[in-house]
């Protein structure tokens, strides 16, 4: 009886030492380095890109012709279209050595979001003044993020206004 015991015991060590071996190779693969990091996340803001390329079309000539409620609906669709990206974003493993300045960076694109809901709205209310002043804070947000993830070389997950007209 005793025999069978401690061959179970020896079987459940060995079983659980394997499990913690795949556990520790699963997280070790899953530690990424910087140029990883970009090469997944670059796809994930060029989509981004592009579909703000399509949305914001229009936008900039229509907040010229004073038609400042058809152009809020740019700026709600854009922060819908963001707030996708940031999750889709997040859920990319990271480098743990980078760990701060990627949650800075998040931090920032969250506020960039919200600041584009805040020009949405005050362009729906019709306060072009509001909205300008919005966007020079969109800028300033902008270089603080960027600023953020400055040795990431990003392309695509770099905020440039001017990519959308």
């Not at 079983?15 to 994930?44: D, N, Q, W």
């Not at 990206?85 to 694109?109: G, H, N, Y």
Request: proline content about 4%; hydrophobic content about 45%; overall charge positive.
């Amino acid at each position: 009886m005793l025999g069978i015991r401690n061959r179970r015991l020896h079987l459940f060590g060995a079983a659980l030492l394997s499990f913690l071996a795949m556990a520790a190779s699963a997280t070790a693969a899953e530690e990424l380095t910087r140029p990883e990091y970009k090469e997944r996340v670059e796809p994930i803001c060029k989509t981004n890109v592009l579909a703000n390329k399509r949305i914001f079309k229009g936008a900039k000539g229509e907040v010229k012709a004073g038609k400042l409620k058809p152009a809020s609906t740019h700026f709600f669709r854009a922060a819908t279209a963001f707030a996708k990206t940031i999750s889709q974003l997040e859920a990319v493993p990271r480098p743990l050595a980078d760990e701060a300045k990627l949650s800075k960076w998040f931090a920032a694109l969250r506020t960039e979001k919200a600041i584009i809901e805040k020009i949405g709205r005050a362009l729906k209310a019709e306060d072009k003044r509001k909205a300008e002043s919005y966007s020079v804070d969109l800028n300033r947000n902008s270089n603080l993020a960027n600023n953020a993830v400055l040795g990431f070389d990003f392309d695509y997950c770099r905020i440039d206004p001017s990519r959308f007209g």
